[in-house]
């Protein structure tokens, strides 16, 4: 019961900061930097703005996808290993499919600008980055028979 807490409470969490972050950018906050901006931008697409010509359609197929990793991830039983990371995961990929239903596209804030142009992500993106790498490192460094132990 812990682990669903864990995850639904991160999953909450990271959902409602990711949007209190973008809704400051909607409403007009700009800020010049010297190698970063922050500055509103709408990606029609994912990823440096692959797949925008799929247009309305793409918030349904990520939709569908995060409908379908939480299936995958309850059924498989992930959750007991992976809450935190999981709730980060789904948490962050909510709040950019939430915005794909209200605002057209993803809110992206974040301008990298520093010797070369990168693409402009956010909050919901960074989280998902961060939660990947964390289950790639549990998954690779530490077996399941370590982390019972350690859990003890």
């Known amino acids: 019961m812990r682990v669903y807490i864990l995850f639904f409470a991160t999953l909450l969490a990271t959902f409602v900061a990711d949007q209190a972050i973008k809704s400051v950018f909607v409403e007009g906050y700009y800020r010049a930097g010297t190698c970063i901006d922050l500055e509103l931008h709408f990606n029609k697409g994912v990823a440096f703005s692959m797949f925008a010509f799929l247009g309305h359609y793409l918030k349904w197929i990520q939709a569908g996808l995060v409908v379908g990793i939480f ?3 309850l059924k498989e039983g992930y959750l007991k290993r ?15 499919v939430f915005d794909r239903f209200i605002h057209e596209g993803v809110v992206d804030y974040v301008a990298w600008h520093c ?27 530490f077996t399941e028979d370590t982390s019972q132990k350690i859990n003890k």
């Open 115 to 141: 010797g070369f142009n990168f693409a402009v992500f956010n909050f919901a993106d960074a989280v998902i980055d961060i939660a990947v790498v964390w289950i790639l490192l549990t998954a690779y460094f």
């Open 71 to 73: 299936i995958f991830v």
């Open 82 to 96: 992976y809450s935190l990371p999981l709730g980060m995961l789904l948490g962050g990929a909510s709040g950019n």
